[in-house]
């Protein structure tokens, strides 16, 4: 476990994630952010390309659960259509949400991937939990907050792509 905020693998999209990609890692329990991961604040509708690699995950022997800090019901919405579970109220980086899920599926640390767009929540959870840590950009990175932040992350997401972390 690390309090590192280097994620250990940094890709633009969740599309550019292949199931083979975790399968070769041993990675069996995929946990994915919602807002800004898999749709934009502003909507409920994922991209086409994103609802294809959604199915194309929940067609493998891949566990898919949405872990979010949001405690809006347009999360739980979304994951009974697309029948996914969910966990909200996560409160990451805080571990809780993250064990929760591990415990849920049964899985160790080493065999389960965090998927975001944030450093200070997705990632620094997931490391300080020993999960595999997967940055990606922002879907909406359109408001002051999230251009903000963007700032403030520019460091660590050089010195991963510096580390060759990069997919």
Known sequence: MSFSLLPKVLTDRITDLSVSFFEERNIRLVMLDFDNTVVPYTTNEPA??????LE???RSSLSLCILSNSHKSRV???????????????RKPFSKGIR??????????????LI?????????????????????R???????????RHVLEKPFIYAAKKRRLRL
Request: glycine letters at 8%; proline letters at 1%; a negative charge.
């Open 56 to 58: 194309e995950i929940k």
């Open 100 to 113: 929760a899920c591990m415990a849920r599926y049964g899985a160790e640390p080493w065999e389960c991937a």
């Open 76 to 90: 739980r919405k979304f994951c009974e259509c697309y029948g996914i579970d969910c966990i909200t109220h996560a």
């Open 48 to 53: 086409e390309q994103v609802q294809t690699w």
């Open 138 to 148: 922002s879907i909406h990175n359109h408001t002051f907050w999230l251009k903000a």
């Open 116 to 136: 975001g767009d944030q450093i200070y929540t997705d990632v620094l959870g997931a490391n300080c939990c020993g999960v595999t840590s997967i940055l990606v």
